[in-house]
């Protein structure tokens, strides 16, 4: 009898002990630390032991097994695969990581399904992208990083980002992240929040966020405006970078709206004092002045006298000595004083002269006075020369100069009815 009973209970042992396959999911009692490599661990239910090599007792780097787990403790694995051909049952290879990343796979599948995003740290930056630790292997390809080509990706490196689930393949352990859809998402909401509080003509201040050969752009709080070359200053700029930078704060005008193409046009020069503000009290008659040359015509020179003020030195105000072209004697881009003979600062206009710094050759006063002598002594005639070249004044279109013909030669023709009289 009692044989029988010691036959069923072996029976019955043998029955409940659980066929261990791969793939499968088992708990594991740490036996023994095997040379602080490896765990020795007896599967539940099995009755056989397995082991869990250091690579796979974590899913991050480990370098002491030690350090994670201890004799004692009880483990979820999953069976990789079996070792040698003990047909007792023998050993099994098995994976705390391996089951962890199934777990995490699992879940991200999820947040993919439900459309959540989530948020992971750069580990490394690779040819063609990052690579993140989302508890699993990630990728963040170049072009879907930011909404804006960036040529140094190390600035990533170890910053924790919100991705977008681009594409997910657990079985191939691809996944494929964007955090250029979550800038753009943002962008989006706050660009729209921004449009509602814009109006034409305000003036608000923003941060310069790029530069380009044609303008700057302007971040205003989420939306970004362009200053136009030509409205970052009154005087001439030649590129962007020359006189701002990136991140610098500035104060801009409101020029435009346009919420169906989302462009919004900007000046920074317009929040800026008006260059002729004062004219007079900054160039009244007389007074001498150093400029720059800017532009030479036929009829004379366009002298910047301050920022985005310019004057007039006509042609017969350049030189005593008679001059074929400003050409001759003059430079663009050079250095001369001038002397204001009139202000017009509701017109923007000022006449200026060189020559009347300068003193009169000898010989140029010797003639002068003789050739006044000849006048006293001779009837006027009804015409005469003066010191201007009409043909080249008159082939000047006024938007061109700045001055009309009458404001050119009007001087010239008065004194000369003067002394016809």
């Known amino acids: 009898m009692s044989e029988k009973n010691d036959n069923a209970d072996l029976l019955n042992a043998l029955n409940s002990v659980e066929e261990v396959k791969i793939g499968d999911v088992v708990k594991g009692e740490v036996l023994a630390i095997d040379d602080d490599k490896q765990a020795i661990v007896g599967i539940e239910g099995a009755g056989i032991e397995g082991v869990v090599p250091q690579k796979e007792i974590s899913t991050k780097p480990v370098e002491d097994i030690r350090d994670v787990v201890k004799v004692g403790d009880k483990l979820d694995l ?3 695969s079996k070792i040698g051909n003990d047909k007792e049952g023998g050993s099994y290879l098995l994976s705390v990581r391996r089951l962890a990343a199934r777990k995490i796979w699992d879940d991200i599948q999820k947040e993919y399904e439900a459309g959540h995003t989530l948020t992971a740290q750069v580990t490394q930056v690779v040819k063609g992208g990052l690579v993140v630790d989302a508890g699993v292997r990630g990728f963040v390809p170049a072009s879907m990083i930011t909404d804006h080509f960036v040529e140094d990706l190390n600035q990533f490196k170890d910053q924790s980002l919100e991705f977008k689930i681009i594409e997910i393949e657990p079985s ?7 955090h250029r859809a979550i800038v753009e998402e943002q962008k989006a909401e706050g660009r729209e929040k921004v449009m509602e509080t814009l109006t034409v003509g305000d003036t608000v201040e923003g941060t310069v966020a790029r530069l380009t050969d044609f303008g700057a752009f302007v971040d205003l709080g989420g939306v970004d ?7 970052i200053s009154y005087e001439r700029v030649g590129k962007p970078s020359d006189v701002l930078k990136v991140g610098e704060k500035v104060n801009v005008k409101i020029l435009s709206v346009d919420e169906d193409r989302n462009r919004i046009s900007l000046s920074i ?19 001498v002045l150093e400029g720059t040359v800017k532009r030479l015509t036929s009829f004379g020179a366009f002298v910047e006298v301050f920022p985005g003020v310019e004057g007039l030195v006509h042609i017969s105000q350049i030189a005593h000595e008679h001059i074929a072209t400003p050409n001759d004697v003059l430079k663009t881009g050079e250095k001369v004083n001038v002397k204001v003979l009139e ?9 200026l002269s060189i020559k009347a710094l300068i003193e009169k050759p000898a010989g140029l ?3 002068d006075n003789n050739n006044e002598s000849k006048r006293s002594n001779n009837k006027p005639s009804k015409r005469r020369n003066n010191n201007v070249n009409e043909r080249s004044i008159a082939n000047a279109p006024e938007e061109d100069t700045g001055f009309t013909l009458g404001d050119l030669i009007g001087d010239q023709l008065k004194n000369s009815e003067d002394s016809e009289k």
């Open 78 to 80: 999953v069976v990789i």
């Open 172 to 178: 191939e352990n691809r996944l494929i992240l964007s």
């Open 225 to 231: 405006g362009l200053v136009h070359v030509s409205e």
């Open 269 to 287: 020069k317009q929040t800026l004092p008006e260059p002729w503000d004062g004219i007079e009290e900054k160039a009244p008659e007389g007074a």
């Open 343 to 351: 202000v017009h600062p509701e017109r923007h206009r000022l006449a």
């Open 365 to 367: 006063a010797e003639e």
